[in-house]
């Protein structure tokens, strides 16, 4: 089985433009996250795939792998899409470009569910999170997810989900971390998918594959990272690597 890392990194973020060239103790957040992936030493192949040519020449000055995306795109998976084409490949990692303090044991619990899969039932996997501070859970920055009783998700949301209605019933939280593992064909598929009302309505991309039917496993994790939103965050993330 053959895995690789996808990173995507779109320079122009709309709420913290340039974010990934910011200086994380010495060197741009994606060329720290760039390290994480590689140093985690799952993948055979690590890339940063960009539609910035100083991102672009950023990833080569250190002698790493990189893209050049060749069309626009409005999200991860339709970058990574693309990239991996032609790519002879099982299983493609999508590493957030953001995301520099991505752990090991995170990334290989998303690959594990795949080798555990042997009627291909899986279609991608990810990370969440519980979470309990009241601010983050209503936060329409963190994106929430429920599961059934394997774990399967049911619905990603920007808003408290689920809406504890019944106060004496006791409710966990999970916040999704934007890492996946998708089978090639998963991927290939959700390009030429159309997005559909309830990703249209939320802006979360991971809705599109429920939409169509495609199964994604969630796996919990104790490490909750910092993902660098905000300027707020980059300050954060300067703290904690330290």
């Known amino acids: 089985m053959k895995v690789i890392a996808m990173i995507p990194a779109r320079y122009a973020a709309s709420r913290f433009p340039a974010k990934l060239m910011q200086d994380l103790s ?4 994606i060329v720290r996250t760039y390290e994480a992936a590689v140093n985690a ?4 192949e690590v890339y940063v795939v960009t539609d910035s040519k100083v991102i672009f020449d950023t990833i080569s000055e250190i002698g790493g792998r990189v893209m050049m995306s060749k069309k626009e795109h409005d ?44 009627q291909k039932e899986i279609d991608l996997a990810s990370l969440m999170v519980k979470i309990t501070d009241a601010a983050e859970i209503e936060n329409p920055n963190t994106v929430k997810v429920i599961v059934d009783n394997r774990n399967f998700a049911l619905y990603f949301s920007r808003a408290p989900i689920p809406f504890q209605r019944d106060s004496e ?10 890492i996946y593992a998708f089978r090639k064909s998963a991927l290939t598929d959700f390009q030429r998918l159309p997005m ?9 991309e ?12 969630m796996v919990e994790t104790n490490v909750s990272g ?16 330290k």
């Open 26 to 29: 010495g060197k741009p957040v």
């Open 41 to 44: 030493k799952l993948f055979d």
């Open 75 to 118: 999200c991860g998976s339709d970058r990574i899409a693309e990239a991996v084409t032609n790519l002879d490949v099982d299983i493609i990692v999508n590493v957030q470009g953001d995301e520099p303090f991505t752990d090991r044991e995170s990334l290989a619990s998303v690959l594990e569910v795949f080798k555990d899969d042997t």
């Open 169 to 178: 019933v006791k409710t966990t939280y999970y916040k999704h971390k934007g």
């Open 196 to 204: 559909l009302t309830l990703e249209a309505t939320e802006k979360i």
């Open 206 to 217: 991971a809705i599109r594959y429920l939409e169509y039917g495609k199964k994604i496993k």
């Open 226 to 241: 910092i993902e660098i939103d905000t300027p707020e965050d980059l300050k954060r993330a300067q703290a904690a690597w």
